[in-house]
């Protein structure tokens, strides 16, 4: 079994580096050393059909390079795109035009993997089910059928043996990752390490159907009272890691703009209740969906929103909303010192970070939106201009804010088609204006106060107790100390090359004054000493010989001199 996991491997790897070769990334290739695994005259021909990708885009390449290795690498392309904090531009455009191109699987495999799933036969719960799938992705298809009971529902499958599929290909990317790290100054600067350990965790969430199941109810139960906005129903007994049974829902999509006129329905009223309901969850929940497009948005009878597909969601918490409030606040205002203080506080900032610099970018973005007036600004354009400079200076961010961006710029493109007057910033400031209202409500004051107060006492006995232990430890004159010197295996090779110099010259002298006195000593005595035959002089010139070239050879072995 391990050696079968290991062929399988190999051969992977060697997909990997005929793919990213084709798509004129050879010198990755060849800086990860995966060339070896690429045979010679395939070589050749890679080298020769470099002009082929001559022309494209790096973004172009990257996206190619992605659908030609399949499901994970597709998926794992798909949620890139909403990190601009932490992928170029350029890249993300090509990566947002991602097609998953997958061919349905067989009818007969989406009813055996149903089964197996459920633990029973497909007419003990379905009336029926739909051959012919409704939409075909990297991860699964979509059937619709009848549930015994009645319900129209739509089932999602999980294609065959996708799970160690992925599973498979992440183990890879790890050690690809981890193998660029050692080798490539690149990788250690953008921590490709880090990215595929972040994107890998959003990929498995994604192929267990459970977690969009329940993120279906919570935000179900956001809008239980709100009869603008609908979020089908989750059956339970249907439903599985492998198999997600949901109501099917029956209206327009959003971006049917003939039928919704057919049907006197108003644009303006759709795009707002969109809007609203998009910021409700963000600002006011904390929970939202993650990819708002108009396949995801159904109209109903009476102008009712329709959400569907649960699977990408972004959470905030209560300091992340207030933040995102201040950003949103600042940005209004045009206040350039506001948005370099948001971005702070929202992620993680490195340690050499140029803070005039950063100052100086979000003053340029200031400049580009001055003029225009608050209802023509593009806020997701705005916030991903943001995100952008934070990726300039390698400002990490939360991935739920990444995600939030996404949605924002996904929200603003679905309503603009809707309706190209409508700005999203009018509903969204009175959202960042209450957040702030609440941060700054006495009474909330306070209770940060309290819990700032309880976190510091926390800290502060805590401390206390490190710092008994460390007087009773110095008492006993039992105080660790570690040095870690900086190349410190630079420092004692080099230590051993002086320690072995000053031996050689050591025994050099040595071999010189023994040489000497056994001169004089001779000289002074006018007489040859003889040993079996042998001038004792001489004995003692072969011995101080011996010694010596023993000691030469030892020092030139280490290779330290």
């Known amino acids: 079994m391990i050696f079968e996991k290991r062929i399988q491997h190999i051969r992977r790897y060697r997909e ?38 001559a022309e494209k885009s790096r973004g172009e390449r990257v996206r190619l390079f992605l659908e030609e290795m399949g499901p994970t690498f597709i998926k794992l392309g798909q949620i890139a795109s909403t990190r601009p904090d932490l992928v170029p531009d350029d890249i993300i455009n090509e990566l947002e035009q991602l097609q998953n191109n997958v061919p349905p699987f067989p009818y007969e495999d989406a009813v055996s993997i149903i089964e197996m799933s459920l633990g029973a036969t497909k007419d003990e719960i379905f009336e029926h089910i739909e051959e012919k799938p409704l939409g075909s992705a990297s991860i699964g298809q979509v059937h619709r059928g009848k549930l015994l009971s009645g319900e129209t529902v739509a089932i999602k499958v999980q294609r065959p043996d996708i799970e160690q599929t992925v599973r498979n290909d992440l183990e890879i990317l790890h050690r690809l990752a981890s193998l660029a790290e050692s080798r490539m100054n690149w990788a250690r600067q953008y921590q490709v390490k880090d990215m595929i350990d972040e994107f890998s965790r959003a990929i498995l969430e994604e192929l267990d159907y459970t977690i969009e199941a329940r993120n279906t109810e919570r935000l179900g139960k956001q809008f239980a009272d709100d009869g603008t906005v609908y979020i089908p129903e989750i059956y339970w007994e249907a439903t599985t890691k492998n198999v997600l049974t949901m109501e ?240 410190s295996e630079h420092y004692m090779r080099r230590l051993d090359q002086l320690g072995n110099r000053l031996s050689f010259s050591i025994v050099l002298l040595s071999f010189s004054i023994i040489m000497v006195g056994l001169i004089i000593g001779q000289a002074m005595s006018g007489e040859t000493n003889i040993f079996w035959n042998i001038p004792v002089i001489e004995i003692g010139f072969i011995l101080a010989m011996i010694l010596f070239m023993g000691m030469l050879y030892a020092i030139f072995k280490s290779g330290r001199f």
Do not use: C
């Not at 798509?23 to 070589?43: C, H, N, Q, T, Y």
């Open 248 to 487: 099917y829902i029956e209206g327009i999509r959003i971006n049917d703009f003939d039928s919704i006129e057919a049907l006197g329905y108003s644009r303006t009223t759709l795009a707002e209740r969109v809007t609203n309901a998009v910021f409700h969850q963000i600002l006011i929940e904390g929970f939202f969906h993650g990819d708002p497009h108009p396949g995801n948005i159904n109209v109903l009878p009476g102008e009712t929103i329709a959400f569907m597909d649960f699977g990408m969601v972004g959470k905030m918490t209560k300091e992340m909303k207030v933040n995102f409030g201040t950003l949103l606040i600042s940005l209004m205002k045009k206040d350039a010192d506001g948005v370099v203080r948001a971005i702070a506080r929202m992620g993680v900032v490195p340690d050499d970070v140029d803070m005039k610099q950063l100052t100086k970018d979000a003053e340029l973005l200031r400049d580009k939106y001055y003029d225009i007036p608050l209802s023509q600004m593009h806020l997701g354009e705005a916030v991903q201009d943001l995100f952008g400079i934070a990726n300039q200076h390698r400002i990490k961010l939360p991935s739920d804010f990444t995600i939030l961006g996404k949605t924002i710029l996904t929200l603003e493109s679905t309503v603009s088609k809707l309706d190209p007057e409508f700005s999203i910033v009018d509903v969204a400031e009175p959202f960042g204006r209450q957040l702030l209202k609440e941060r700054y409500n006495p009474k909330n004051i306070a209770g940060r106060a309290v819990d700032q107060w309880t976190a510091f006492s926390d800290d502060l006995a805590s401390a206390s107790g490190n710092l008994y232990e460390f007087t009773k430890a110095l008492k006993k004159r039992q105080v660790p100390v570690e040095i870690v010197l900086k190349r």
């Open 16 to 53: 990997i580096a005929i793919a990213f070769s084709k798509s004129g990334f050879g010198f990755i290739v060849e800086e990860l050393a995966l060339d070896e695994m690429i045979s010679l005259p395939k070589r050749i021909l890679l080298r020769q059909g470099k002009s082929d990708n």
